[in-house]
Structures are given as structure tokens and as C-alpha cells.
């Protein structure tokens, strides 16, 4: 069984601070996904990292998938309260589409 | 608006009852994902379908679920003589072909359960 394990579970934050959340894991992945949530609402999808040691930047948000394609971090600069949210990280494999692998989320709130 | 629409936002059931719960996937796309969430969890893999097909069903329980994408209309998860720990959020998801290949699912925005 295929595992997603993300750290921390909550973090609660000033605006402006910097903020990294974990996803890891004892398997590769073929890749991996970050998903914003929001209450009552479904995941968006933020991100995909395909290559081991990827990194993407979208606007204040950074994301990383290790170089074994077994972890990835996602880090925020400067956040700000619209960044509250859950996040998820999600990995795939190409042998089992739309199988993909849920970690339990960070909760992130982030007071102005 | 496009993207995965789901029906009904909130469900109520007495215990017994049966839920119904549909998804119309983004237009064009041919498959459609369906995973639950429980409070302060992660989404769980429930089931995996193309028109008229159950590619994966893996995630789902052996009784009382069941789903279908026929070919014409939505997506619809069954689930018979419900229990209160069906109560959770179900999201469908669509992708316009193999999502393995690249992991990415669109979300609707859920439909949430809750068992009297």
C-alpha cells in the first residue's frame, strides 16, 4: 500500500512569514500533485512535478519533488491570509491512472 | 461554467435510505474519478470509470456501492441502505484521457453526505 505522509498536520502562521509543508513517502511516484482546499469546496490543482530534483515556482509558492521521486515540499514566501487552506499532495503512477494517492493534508491558516 | 458539476451539493439520508450522486465531468472528458474524504482527511481512491465501463473499482466497498457512467448523462455513485459512517464528502473528478499519465484531476466541488 502506497503511502503519502504530510508534515505538519496544522500550522498557523503570521502574514508575511515563510511556511514549508512536506510530503513523504516509501514509494516513487511517476508524479506528483499539489491541491489547495478550501471549505465546501473540491481540491484545485496547483501543481505537477514529473522529474526527480523538479522545482516550480508559482508566484510566491515553491515546490520541490526529491530527487528519488519519493517526496516533495512545498514552501510559501511571505504568506498572506488568502493562502489559508488545505493542502494536499497527491502521487500517480502510470500503471494505475486516476489511482492516485492522497496524503491527509496540512492545514494552513494564516492570520493577518 | 466547465468544469465537473456535481449534484446534490448536500445530501441528507436516514439511516436505510438510499443516496444518489451525480457528476457530469468537464465536456470532452471521457473519465471520471470518484474518491470520499472524511473530516480532517485526505481523499481515498474509490473508483474509476470510462463510458460504460468500470476500469478500477478497487477503492470501493464490496456492498451497498455501486457506480456507473453511462453513456449518455452523468456519472452517478449509488450507495444503498445507508450507514451513518457513509457521511463524508464524495468528489468526482474528470480527466480527458489516461490522468496516470500525467496525475492531474479536476475536481467538482463535492457532494456532502450526511447520515441521520
Known amino acids: 500500500t502506497q503511502l503519502l505522509e504530510q508534515s505538519p498536520q496544522f500550522l498557523s502562521i503570521q502574514e508575511g512569514e515563510n511556511l514549508t509543508v512536506y510530503c513523504n513517502s516509501s514509494?516513487?511516484?511517476?508524479?506528483l500533485q499539489w491541491y489547495r482546499q478550501e471549505p465546501g469546496e473540491g481540491p484545485v490543482l496547483l501543481v505537477t512535478?514529473?522529474?526527480?530534483?523538479e522545482v516550480k515556482k508559482l508566484k510566491r509558492l515553491t515546490f520541490q519533488f526529491g530527487d528519488a521521486r519519493k517526496d516533495s515540499s512545498l514552501h510559501i514566501t511571505a504568506a498572506q491570509p488568502g493562502d489559508t487552506g488545505l493542502y494536499l499532495c497527491?502521487?500517480?503512477?502510470?500503471?494505475?491512472?486516476?489511482?492516485?494517492?492522497f496524503g491527509d493534508g496540512t492545514t494552513l491558516t494564516v492570520k493577518p | 461554467n466547465a468544469g465537473v458539476m456535481q449534484n446534490p451539493r448536500h445530501l441528507v439520508r436516514r439511516r436505510g435510505q438510499e443516496a444518489r450522486l451525480r457528476c457530469s465531468p468537464v465536456?470532452?472528458?471521457?473519465?471520471v474519478y470518484w474518491y470520499r474524504q472524511l473530516p480532517e482527511e485526505g481523499l481515498k481512491f474509490m473508483v474509476y470509470?470510462?463510458?460504460?465501463?468500470?476500469?478500477?473499482e478497487s477503492g470501493m466497498p464490496k456492498e451497498r456501492f455501486s457506480a456507473e457512467f453511462p453513456k449518455e448523462g452523468p456519472s452517478i455513485l449509488r450507495i444503498q441502505q445507508v450507514v451513518r459512517g457513509d457521511s463524508a464528502a464524495y468528489f468526482c473528478?474528470?480527466?480527458?484521457?489516461?490522468?496516470?499519465?500525467?496525475?492531474?484531476?479536476?475536481f467538482g466541488e463535492g457532494s456532502r453526505l450526511t447520515v441521520l
Open positions: 465536456k470532452g472528458h471521457s473519465h
Open positions: 514509494s516513487v511516484f511517476s508524479s
Open positions: 473528478a474528470s480527466s480527458p484521457g489516461l490522468a496516470g499519465l500525467s496525475g492531474e484531476l479536476f
Open positions: 497527491a502521487g500517480a503512477q502510470n500503471t494505475n491512472a486516476g489511482k492516485s494517492t
Open positions: 470509470l470510462q463510458k460504460e465501463n468500470i476500469i478500477d
Open positions: 512535478v514529473v522529474t526527480g530534483g
